[in-house]
């Protein structure tokens, strides 16, 4: 570690100004580019570029070779899996300049994204969601949603600790289902919520 409150490999390169909490790790050929905001505690993998202003929340975990482009916000708890991609413009062009068309990407807290997904631009995905390996994502991901395919689709229901829970892919059931963690939830329809904390 150097002086700093986080480290930072020799090989990649921090614009200035940017904000990194304490504990957070950078590791080889990365980029974090100017105005980018990372959290406590991250660990920013190989071949990583921030585009300027993203926002990445505390704990965050970014495997090798992931883009964080203008416009992706990710909260505490994250998890982005090797190579997986996220776009920003819905309808790009190489001879048409749309910086200003940038939609955003909002990742909430304790989301995990598979290796190889491809999360298409303005969608948010729920808390504690699920995305399958080489999905692609084109529409909001509820919380608690496992989802995978092309386009991706709810399969099934995890939990925060990331068990499979007991309930059905039915979109008019309602249904309670209890953790081997000990946390329970309630589904109705397509929405879940946690109805005790993990003690």
């Known amino acids: 570690m150097s002086e700093r ?3 930072v490999h020799e090989s990649s390169y921090v614009d200035d ?20 905001e990372i959290g406590k505690n991250c660990n920013i993998g190989q ?15 970014i495997q090798n070779n ?12 994250v998890f982005c899996g090797p190579s997986m991609v ?3 413009v819905i309808n790009p062009r190489s001879h048409v300049e749309r910086k200003d068309e940038y939609q955003t990407t909002l990742v909430r807290k304790g989301a995990t994204i598979g290796a190889n997904a491809t999360i298409v631009c303005g969608v948010t995905l729920g808390r ?9 994502v084109t ?17 099934s229901w995890v939990c925060n600790c990331g068990l499979g829970l007991s309930l059905s892919g039915d979109p008019q059931s309602d249904e309670t289902a ?5 946390a329970s939830y309630q589904k109705h329809r397509t929405s879940v919520t946690e109805l005790s904390e993990n003690t």
């Not at 209890?178 to 000990?182: L, M, N, P, Q, W």
């Open 128 to 136: 504690y969601a699920f995305v399958g390996a080489g999905s692609v």
């Open 5 to 7: 409150a986080y480290f």
């Open 47 to 61: 071949n990583v570029v921030v585009s300027p202003g993203c926002i990445i929340g505390d704990n965050v975990k």
């Open 66 to 77: 992931v883009s964080v482009y203008t416009g992706v916000v990710l909260e505490d708890d």
């Open 178 to 182: 209890t953790c081997e963690c000990g």
């Open 17 to 36: 100004p940017c904000s990194i909490g304490d504990g957070t790790r950078i590791w080889h050929f990365s980029h974090i580019m100017q105005n980018s």
């Open 86 to 88: 996220f776009t920003n």
């Open 139 to 155: 529409r909001d991901v509820p919380d608690y949603a496992v989802v995978y395919g092309s386009p991706a689709r709810i399969r």
